[in-house]
């Protein structure tokens, strides 16, 4: 399958730049000029997803938004050719970036808090919808990228997830806006659907936080999801959801070897096995678990995260082609729904389990 829709369009002459760095890589005057005018739309385009999430859609995360804002460019106007040198850059070192300081989000000591129930719970939950997901997509015939970027989403931490796996593998343009789509329509339709039966099943308002961080996609959709349970349940359910995304440096180390193993004579360039993105979210952590930063700059930080990774978002948004989309037929939807089955089964199993105190 192709990754390319309309040979001789602007917008594909982004995805051939993306397998080879433009010339100015190697000048030594300008170097960064080429870069510039996308990645300010990328950024103008982050910050305005920002402020559409802050002001008139709460309950819509920002990098949906900016996903869908790409989208609809991509699908409605040509992308102009200078742009991509930017698009290219925002879509991989500003993602990095974003995701270094998704770290300053997460305390070990307020996760350890849970206790090693609620911790098992969160190790389950992504390792068996993580490997679910694999094997039930080999099954569907779908390829080992598309399968590795869907399992990520799902089981970690949405979007960002897909993207962080996408440095990890060989997925095509195509591959990556199918998975991150599915992590909107599933993640979206978790929202109503876990508070609701959540209730039918008369789970208390703490083990229903549990069981929608540890199933929802993405964190605004946690956020979303727990705020209409209560503050008790929005509480859980963030630390909980953070938690989870806390493994996705051991997965995506996992990734990484095991392309290193099965492509050992492959003659390209393997990635590192701890990627140095994943060490300086690692790093962001333990600072922020060592509480040396006020909380003005943890403030600051995270408007920044999310801005970057919006831009990120932003950047993939313009590969999602729907006509390339159409083409990839039924099978990766259905893996969605599977996967969100199974990570809902598991992570409810082990609510009921290993309930919060």
Same mark, same amino acid.
């Given at each position: ?65 900016? %996903? #869908?804002? !790409?989208? *609809?460019?991509?699908? =409605?106007? $040509?992308?102009? +050719?200078? /742009? ?5 850059f @925002?879509?991989?070192k500003?993602?990095r ?86 992590? %909107? #329509?599933? !993640?979206? *339709?978790?929202?109503? =659907?876990? $508070?609701?039966? +959540?209730? /039918? ?5 703490? @083990? ?11 964190v ?8 209409a349970?209560?503050?008790a ?79 990120a ?15 990839v ?15 809902l089964v ?6 009921l ?5």
């Amino acid at each position: 399958m192709s990754n390319k829709s309309q040979p001789g369009t602007s917008a594909d002459h982004a995805s051939d730049r993306a397998t080879a760095p433009p010339p100015a890589h190697r000048q030594p005057n300008g170097q960064f000029m080429p870069f510039l005018p996308g990645s300010i739309v990328c950024m103008a385009a982050g910050l305005l997803a920002w402020a559409l999430a802050k002001n008139l859609m709460p309950a819509v995360s920002p990098l949906l938004i900016a %996903v #869908l804002l !790409g989208a *609809l460019w991509r699908n =409605a106007l $040509p992308i102009p +050719g200078f /742009l991509s040198p930017g698009i290219i850059f @925002s879509s991989k070192k500003l993602l990095r970036s974003g995701i270094v300081l998704l770290g300053l989000q997460l305390s070990l000591s307020s996760i350890l808090e849970l206790g090693p129930g609620v911790l098992l719970v969160v190790v389950l939950s992504v390792v068996v919808t993580f490997t679910a997901t694999l094997w039930l997509g080999k099954l569907l015939d779908i390829s080992l990228p598309q399968r590795l970027l869907i399992a990520s989403g799902f089981s970690i931490c949405g979007a960002a997830a897909v993207a962080a796996t996408e440095n990890a593998t060989k997925a095509k343009e195509e591959e990556v806006a199918t998975a991150i789509g599915l992590v %909107v #329509l599933f !993640g979206t *339709l978790m929202i109503p =659907a876990v $508070p609701f039966f +959540g209730g /039918l099943l008369g789970l208390p308002e703490k @083990s229903l936080g549990l069981w929608i961080g540890a199933s929802t996609h993405e964190v605004a959709q946690v956020v979303a999801a727990g705020g209409a349970v209560g503050s008790a349940a929005l509480a859980v359910a963030v630390t909980v959801k953070l938690a989870r995304v806390l493994m996705l440096a051991p997965i995506m180390a996992s990734i990484v070897l095991y392309r290193r193993r099965s492509e050992p004579r492959s003659g390209g360039k393997l990635p590192p096995v701890v990627p140095l993105f994943i060490l300086g979210f690692v790093a962001a952590m333990l600072l922020r678990t060592s509480d040396a930063l006020p909380s003005n700059v943890l403030g600051l930080a995270q408007v920044l995260q999310t801005l970057l990774l919006s831009a990120a978002m932003f950047a993939l948004g313009l590969g999602v082609h729907l006509r390339g989309l159409l083409r990839v037929g039924g099978r990766p939807v259905l893996l969605g729904l599977l996967s969100t089955l199974v990570i809902l089964v598991i992570s409810l199993t082990g609510t009921l389990i290993f309930p919060p105190a």
